[in-house]
């Protein structure tokens, strides 16, 4: 029986770009053997119907097909745990595909109780210095979402969070073109999940409590963990000038960051 080449399913985007999953490929033409021939044919239409990009999300059960696709021109994009990325610009024109990058973010809690007093926990990699609890999302929450999740995990405490009041910029140069997010949210004090006094809930924290506003203030430098002490400053500075806006900048070992933070009052 004689194989027929095909072109493979795809969509066009509102770009102008051709996109495939290997996920929704009927399963026969996955096969190597198959892919490699019928890829070659749906190039070829994709430049025949002067598509600008060619997008191509590729599951790991698939990863058969990356040589297949390198061999066509198409580049590494970016990669997540179970699916990776591939793209080539098919126009003559200059290329519009976003630069490859490697991002991530993380959110913390400034929570504040009934009388002023500020949550704070101390976790071992940070050589047992105090800061703001938080972490890394969860798919699919938002910022809001993140910090009181993180709180809850980390202190046992349940906050309600009421505004991103912060955001670093990590430039990092050990990877090219990647940087950091940290975002920074003011948090209302709700209840302790169980009746009693914080206790650490949480392998990666060896301690929690609550502050006054005079004791944080009092901390040294190496007892305080230096992003969040800038962030501090910059609250105290927003309730004696409403609305104000602090800008930070800070180069530590050929990394710069920034952090701009704002009133939301």
Not at 78 to 107: F, G, I, N, Q
Not at 115 to 135: D, I, S, Y
Not at 179 to 199: H, I, P, Q, S, W
Not at 232 to 237: D, F, P, S
Request: aromatic fraction near 12%; glycine fraction near 6%; hydrophobic fraction near 40%.
């Amino acid at each position: 029986m004689r194989n027929f080449k095909m072109v493979l399913p795809y969509i066009v985007n509102s770009y102008a770009d051709a996109v495939m999953h290997t996920k929704d490929l009927p399963r026969e033409l996955v096969e190597e053997s198959r892919f490699a021939s019928e890829i070659i044919e749906t190039f070829k239409a994709w430049k025949a119907g002067r598509l600008n990009g060619a997008w191509v999300h590729i599951s790991l059960q698939d990863s058969h097909v990356v040589p297949h696709l390198a061999k066509l021109g198409f580049n590494f994009a970016h990669a997540a745990t179970c699916e990776m990325t591939m793209t080539c610009w098919l126009s003559d024109k200059p290329s519009r595909l976003p630069p490859t990058t490697l991002s991530y973010y993380s959110v913390s809690g400034l929570v504040i109780d009934g009388t002023g007093r500020v949550l704070m926990v101390r976790e071992q990699r940070r050589k047992f210095l105090w800061k703001f609890p938080g972490g890394m999302p969860e798919p699919y929450e938002n910022l809001l979402e993140t910090a009181e999740r993180k709180v809850l995990e980390e202190t046992g405490v349940v906050a309600k969070g009421e505004a991103v009041i912060s955001l670093r910029q990590r430039l990092r140069t050990e990877y090219t073109g990647s940087c950091g997010f940290f975002f920074l949210c003011l948090m209302k004090y709700v209840r302790d999940a169980n009746v009693g006094r914080v206790e650490t809930v949480s392998d990666e924290i060896v301690d929690v409590r609550w502050f006054t506003r005079d004791e944080i203030n009092s901390m040294k430098r190496h007892e305080f963990f230096d992003h969040h002490r800038n962030v501090w400053q910059a609250y105290l500075k927003t309730l004696e000038d409403v609305g104000g806006e602090e800008l930070y900048e800070a180069t530590e070992k050929d990394v710069t960051s920034k952090m701009f933070s704002f009133a939301f009052f």
